[in-house]
């Protein structure tokens, strides 16, 4: 009886993510791709908040990477007023920044572009890295049965909407749609721990259909007792918007337009929001920034008259920051 009690505790420990996986100390780096578009100039609806979302992620996660000593290495796709470009931009935890690169690519281009990013990556990331994948923009409504595939597929580009013929056939249009199967095929060749953040419509997508449901947790938490622990590498941590059926949502309650969703998400990261539209980097309530400490701060940020954010279920927890050292 003592032995099935210490069992049970062990599985409810697990299945409520209590057990962390540790952070990996100061040699490891983060690697951050983000991909933003606001589709003036296309036949798909512009979008207000994107590009604030994106600077506004990629300052946060920055200044937390330099509080915490660590070297953060940023690639930034973007599509604005019709012109595209990709920045890179790194940070030497030592020095500070050390170099800052800015091209323009085609305006058909952006998936090739995003593709070669992440390939690239898979040869800079070491095991101990954190590689962050963050993604502002239109999510693709295909669920139409056969072409559930695209269901949440990132739209990268201009969409042509014929009036015979369905659009998702068209072979521009595929050259500027990403699917979630194609991004996470993709990505699971870097290696490290990946965090996948889709701010998008029908962005739940890319998670299993049960990825999202308790049942059966406790089970797979008893099995894990027995097999070698999970600390993270190699493996996906996700953290979406909205449901696979649903519209994720922006408005201007912080004085500039963003993401509903982002919003939430740069707050628990310690990002202030301030009167009229003045805002900027600061650093979270608690020293220990986790992934399930960013899915509960958005889960309690009160957007479920709009959408509904998911994220994957992970036996073991994710450390992002670890600044309990400054």
């Given at each position: ?79 604005q007023d019709g012109e595209y ?38 040869t800079s990331v070491a095991e ?77 997508s890319i998670l299993p259909d ?117």
């Amino acid at each position: 009886m003592r032995k099935l009690f210490i069992l049970l505790s062990a599985a409810l420990l697990l299945a409520s993510c209590e057990l962390a996986s540790p952070a990996p100390g100061g040699g490891r780096s983060i690697h951050f791709i983000s991909t933003a578009l606001d589709y003036e100039g296309t036949s798909v609806n512009t979008l207000e908040g994107t590009l604030a979302d994106q600077q506004a992620m990629r300052m946060q996660l920055m200044h937390l990477a330099a509080s915490e000593g660590l070297d953060f290495w940023s690639t930034s796709i973007t599509g604005q007023d019709g012109e595209y470009f990709v920045r890179r931009e790194d940070w030497d935890a030592g020095r500070g920044v050390k170099n800052i690169d800015s091209r323009s690519i085609g305006r058909d281009s952006v998936k090739s572009t995003l593709l070669a990013e992440i390939a690239a990556s898979s040869t800079s990331v070491a095991e101990d890295d954190l590689f962050i994948f963050y993604y502002a923009g239109h999510g693709a409504d295909s669920t139409e049965e056969g072409k559930t595939s695209l269901n949440g597929a990132l739209v990268l580009g201009d969409i042509d909407f014929p009036a015979l013929g369905d659009w998702r056939e068209q072979p521009g249009n595929l050259r500027n749609l990403l699917g979630v199967g194609e991004l996470k095929e993709a990505i699971s060749a870097v290696k490290g721990r990946k965090l996948v953040i889709l701010d998008s419509c029908y962005s739940g997508s890319i998670l299993p259909d049960d990825s999202h449901s308790r049942s059966g947790e406790v089970l797979e938490a008893i099995r894990g007792l027995f097999s070698q622990p999970d600390r993270g590498t190699g493996g996906f941590y996700f953290l979406c918007a909205a449901r696979e059926d649903e519209l994720s949502y922006e408005d201007g309650a912080q004085g500039r337009t963003h993401g509903k969703f982002s919003a939430a998400l740069l707050e628990a990261l310690g990002y202030v929001f301030m009167a009229d539209g003045v805002e900027g980097v600061g650093l979270p309530s608690r020293p220990l920034v986790t992934f399930s400490s960013l899915c509960e701060a958005v889960k309690g940020a009160g957007l479920e008259q709009w959408q509904h954010p998911v994220a994957s279920q992970n036996l073991v927890d994710l450390v992002l920051f670890d600044l309990s050292g400054r």
